[in-house]
C-alpha cells in the first residue's frame, strides 16, 4: 500500500520570498506523483504532475517539483510567491498501472504574507 | 467546458438523521470517484465507478453509505444514519478512462453533522 507524508502542516511565507513544500511517499512499485491546490471553498485543481521521463516538471503558474526516486521525494518549489499562491497543496501518488486511485498526504496550508 | 457539479454546497443534519449528495460529472467521462476530506485530513476515496459498475468500495462504510451511478453518468451519495464523525467535506471527481489519472474536482459539499 502507497502512503505520502506531508511534513509541514502550515508554511507561512512572505510575498516574493522563495518556497518549499516537502512531499515523501512510500509506495514498493513504480508511481505516478501529484500536487493538487485547493483555493478556500473550491476544490482541488491539478498543479502539476509526474507520470515519466524528466525529473523535474513545472506548472504554468511557476511551481515545479522535483521526483528523486532514491529520496522518494517530490518537493514543490517556487522562487517567489504572490499573494494570490495562498491556498492548500495537497501531494498525491498512484501507483502505475493501478485503478488510477490516488492517496493523498495530509496537506500544506501555504500562506503568502504583504 | 463545464466542471464537475455538485449539490447541495452546504448541508446541515442532526445525527441519525439522511442525506444525499448529487455529482454531474464531466461529459464523456468514465470513471466517477467519492471522496471524504475531514477538516485537517486529505481527501480519502470512498467509492469509485467505471461506467455503472463499482471499481473500488473497499473504504466506503457500507452499514451506513451507499452510492449508485445509475446510465453510467451522474451518481448519488447517501449517509443513512449520520454520525458527527461523518462531518466532512464530500468531493465528487470525474476522469476519462484511458488518462494518467488526472481527476477533475467539484467544488465539495461540506456536511455538518450536529
Known amino acids: 500500500a502507497q502512503s505520502v507524508t506531508q511534513l509541514d502542516s502550515q508554511v507561512p511565507v512572505f510575498e516574493e520570498a522563495p518556497v518549499e513544500l516537502r512531499c515523501n511517499y512510500s509506495?514498493?512499485?513504480?508511481?505516478?506523483l501529484f500536487w493538487y491546490v485547493q483555493y478556500p471553498n473550491q476544490g482541488l485543481q491539478l498543479l502539476l504532475k509526474?507520470?515519466?521521463?524528466?525529473?523535474l516538471v513545472e506548472s504554468i503558474n511557476g511551481f515545479e517539483a522535483e521526483f528523486n526516486k532514491s529520496q522518494t521525494s517530490f518537493h514543490l518549489r517556487k522562487p517567489s510567491v504572490h499573494i494570490s499562491d495562498t491556498a492548500e497543496y495537497f501531494c498525491?501518488?498512484?501507483?502505475?498501472?493501478?485503478?488510477?486511485?490516488?492517496?493523498f498526504g495530509s496537506g500544506t496550508q501555504l500562506t503568502v504574507l504583504p | 467546458e463545464a466542471g464537475v457539479a455538485q449539490s447541495p454546497r452546504y448541508k446541515i443534519i442532526e445525527k441519525r438523521q439522511s442525506v444525499a449528495f448529487w455529482c454531474n460529472p464531466i461529459s464523456g467521462h468514465a470513471t466517477l470517484y467519492w471522496y471524504q476530506q475531514i477538516l485537517g485530513q486529505g481527501p480519502k476515496l470512498l467509492i469509485q465507478f467505471q461506467n455503472n459498475g463499482v471499481v473500488d468500495d473497499s473504504q466506503l462504510p457500507k452499514d451506513r453509505f451507499s452510492a449508485e451511478r445509475l446510465k453510467g453518468v451522474d451518481s448519488t451519495l447517501k449517509i443513512q444514519p449520520a454520525k458527527l464523525e461523518d462531518s466532512a467535506v464530500y468531493l465528487c471527481a470525474s476522469s476519462q478512462e484511458f488518462s494518467y489519472n488526472e481527476q477533475f474536482f467539484g467544488p465539495g459539499t461540506r456536511l455538518t453533522v450536529l
Open positions: 498525491a501518488v498512484s501507483e502505475s498501472g493501478s485503478a488510477r486511485q490516488l492517496t
Open positions: 509506495s514498493s512499485v513504480s508511481v505516478y
Open positions: 509526474y507520470l515519466s521521463g524528466s525529473t
